[in-house]
């Protein structure tokens, strides 16, 4: 009995493309414009801005261990608005940094 035919090793491979249908490139385009959207106007990234701002002032005439906290939670603050956070979570977060000292008014 005859042994089957090898492949020639110097032929490519057989790629086998999947259509996906005809929503897939408007979902692909939708997905990118998601991505590249922006927030328009002040909204909670401008006001929490502030918010960061005056922890961070305030720290520096706070005694210690407020000192160190209030830098913790401007810090955690200023991470906060960059990944663009809501309010509520950036609030938690500063709160629990501060360790019972209060919040500046902006944070409000």
């Known amino acids: 009995m005859p042994l089957p035919a090898q ?3 110097s032929s490519e491979p057989t790629v086998l493309a999947v259509d996906a249908g005809p929503d897939a490139d408007a979902d ?3 997905a990118d414009a998601d ?3 922006k927030p328009s106007g002040p909204g909670p990234t401008a006001a929490m801005r502030k918010c960061c701002n005056a922890l961070a002032q305030n720290a520096e005439n706070a005694p210690e ?3 160190t906290y209030m830098k913790l939670a401007a810090a955690s603050c200023h991470a906060g ?3 663009g956070k809501d309010k509520a979570s950036i609030i938690a977060i ?3 940094a501060l360790r019972g000292a209060g919040l500046p008014a902006e944070c409000k």
Do not use: M
Request: aromatic share 0%; net charge positive; hydrophobic share 40%.
């Open 7 to 9: 492949p020639d090793a």
């Open 28 to 30: 692909a385009a939708d």
């Open 35 to 37: 991505a590249k959207k």
């Open 65 to 67: 261990p407020t000192k």
């Open 81 to 83: 608005v960059a990944q």
């Open 94 to 96: 500063v709160t629990g």
